[in-house]
């Protein structure tokens, strides 16, 4: 597979769940981001994790990258009908913050 | 708080036409990229651009493909002659030198080549 899967590629929860996505990756990174897409819109930067951090947090998101798995997982809690939106990991394989796209999670946050 | 913007929102152009698609990064980044989202598939690197000149590019970006920044707010993704295949979502996208190296993407420009 290539580099920046995410799995699941589709996630329906009800408001108030919490959701977590994966991603994984094949080579060896400098760092790792995370974005929001709503349909047709542009990327929302969320996060980003470097490669010799293993948690971050910011509100509601929580991340946390294990590069002895070469993946990364992003957990949102108490989710919105508002979270509803694809979620990408870009992974910067280089370290020329060339990022490498994951092919995202399509969550459904139902009301 | 800063934000890239990208215009025009939506271009549509005939095959074999020249398009240049418009961003205005964040005043004090120094690194610009062009990433291309064709509808429904991943989002790709096109190229990165520092100092006046080209850092690194994929092997999408070829011949036809060019990036300027003319002024000092401005930078540009021109294609010579557009094919259908270039239809997509383009995202313009600008990193500052001395922050936590987080890259900013624009609204993107959606293009549809007919």
């Known amino acids: 597979s290539q580099q920046g899967e995410e799995d699941p590629q589709a996630l329906s929860i009800q408001e108030g769940e919490n959701a977590t996505m994966n991603c994984s990756y094949k080579t060896s990174i400098n760092n790792l981001q995370w974005y929001r897409q709503n349909s047709g819109r542009g990327l929302v930067h969320l996060i980003l994790i470097r490669s010799n951090e293993r948690e971050k947090h910011s509100g509601r998101l929580r991340v946390t990258l294990d590069t002895s798995k070469k993946s990364s997982s992003l957990l949102i809690t108490a989710s919105r009908a508002a979270d509803t939106a694809s979620y990408f990991c870009?992974?910067?394989?280089?370290?020329?913050?060339?990022?490498?796209f994951g092919t995202g999670t399509r969550l459904k946050v139902l009301a | 708080e800063p934000e890239v913007t990208q215009t025009p929102s939506h271009q549509v152009t005939q095959m074999g036409q020249e398009v240049i698609l418009r961003c205005v990064p964040i005043?004090?980044?120094?690194?610009f990229y062009w990433y291309r989202q064709i509808l429904g598939q991943k989002v790709e690197f096109l190229v990165s651009f520092y100092n006046n000149e080209i850092s690194e590019k994929s092997e999408i970006f070829d011949d036809q493909f060019s990036v300027e920044r003319p002024d000092g707010s401005n930078f540009t993704l021109k294609i010579r002659s557009t094919k259908l295949e270039d239809s997509a979502m383009y995202f313009c996208?600008?990193?500052?030198?001395?922050?936590?190296?987080?890259?900013?993407f624009g609204p993107g420009t959606r293009l549809t080549v007919t």
């Open positions: 996208a600008s990193r500052s030198q001395t922050s936590s190296y987080e890259q900013y």
């Open positions: 870009a992974a910067d394989t280089s370290g020329t913050y060339k990022y490498i």
């Open positions: 005043s004090n980044h120094l690194y």
